[in-house]
């Protein structure tokens, strides 16, 4: 089966946010990061909701999706996108997500499928060594 090429993420702040400005600064930066480590990087923008990134990461054929999380709904919005993922036979796209989450809803968060989860202060290079190490398409 394995995708040669590089890895693809689709990066999306999912959600109502009632206060726009800034609050996809950390979307964009690590999708910069990652364009910069050879990534190819999809961003949905603002106020998408679980379904449409999903159906962006499955017409893409992202390896995985990255959800910028800051609404405090993120149990919610990353339950229903891991949920979509295998509704939609597509549970080989791996979710992650970052943002402001508390530390005891973590475990919860990768007990629903979530595969990590990065709190504010990680560096955008742990973030793409990690999607490097996780996400790299087998070849």
Known sequence: MGV????RVVVAKPGPDGHDHGHDRGAKVIARALRDAGMEVVCTGLHQTPEQIVGTAI???????GLSVLSG???????????LLREGDAEDITVFCGG???DEDIAELKALGVAEVFTPGTS???VVSWVEANLRPAG
């Open 124 to 126: 955008t290079r742990a």
């Open 59 to 65: 017409q893409e054929d992202a390896d995985g999706i």
């Open 100 to 102: 402001i989450v508390p």
């Open 4 to 7: 040669s090429g590089p890895i």
């Open 73 to 83: 709904t993120h149990m919610t919005l990353c339950a229903e996108v891991v949920e």
